[in-house]
């Protein structure tokens, strides 16, 4: 098999798992809107709530802080290892819903994990931040490809700038996606039971509560598996230009 047409079937790969993807978050946030409607019956805003359980959990060193528009967009509900800080988007803290409390309680699970003294926690917070570079140089790459074609026929140059620099950054996001899978899925693990253990879900909402939860856990490997395919997509890219512009076959 060539190793363009390789090229090809990682591409069509990718595309199977972005369209994974977004199934999953779609039924994240079906469940999401279920639980939106439901109101719990908890007279103080969700920081508030936030700090009782931090401090039932004996957490009283980190703080919590509720966000305002813009940065709720790039930092909200995050746990910050640097400042030991629950940060809390303007929506998850003005209303007492069942699925603002599921995320406020994954946050104080972070906040335990780091206090258990979990290592690479902080791995979080970059992901956060790097994860959407490699897709940005996929188009990229496309423009590099389209380039050589046009000036040599055939994938050369531009293609293994692109293919490099995109190279360098998926490697980099696969090994973050990696070690945040595994503590994305202990938060989540500990987020269920401390929510779970609080009581005020009937039956039916704790069936719904597992599977929000659930599918978190599945976003994680699913995006670990996307950035594999990723990865391998770039190497080949990269493998075949070098090829072309050394002149074989």
Not at 138 to 162: N, R
Not at 209 to 217: H, N, T
Not at 232 to 247: A, C, K, P, T
């Amino acid at each position: 098999m060539e190793l363009s047409t390789i090229i090809i079937i990682v591409a069509v790969i990718l595309f199977v798992c972005a369209c994974v993807i977004g199934f999953i978050r779609w039924n994240a946030m079906r469940i999401t809107r279920w639980f939106n409607w439901k109101k719990l019956n908890i007279n103080k805003p969700m920081e508030e709530y936030a700090e009782i359980l931090l401090e039932e959990h004996n957490l009283t060193d980190v703080e919590v802080k509720r966000v305002g528009f813009w940065a709720s967009i790039f930092v909200g509900n995050t746990y910050s290892t640097r400042k030991k800080l629950i940060r809390l988007s303007w929506i998850t803290a003005r209303r007492a819903t069942a699925t603002n409390l599921a995320i406020t309680c994954k946050l104080v699970a972070y906040a335990k994990l780091h206090a258990e003294g979990k290592k690479h926690l902080h791995a979080v917070e970059v992901y956060r931040w790097l994860s959407w570079l490699p897709i940005l140089f996929l188009p990229l790459l496309v423009v590099g490809i389209i380039i050589d074609l046009i000036a040599s026929g055939g994938l050369g140059m531009y293609t293994l700038i692109f293919g490099s620099v995109g190279l360098v950054f998926a490697l980099a996001i696969f090994i973050l996606a990696c070690i945040v899978a595994k503590n994305e899925r202990l938060a989540c693990t500990d987020g269920q039971n401390i929510i779970l253990d609080m009581g005020i879900l009937d039956e039916a909402e704790e069936k719904k509560m597992r599977k929000l939860f659930s599918a978190w856990k599945k976003l994680v490997v699913v995006n670990v598996i996307y950035n594999t395919f990723q990865l391998i997509f770039f190497i080949l890219n990269v493998l075949l230009s070098v090829l072309r512009i050394g002149g074989k076959k």
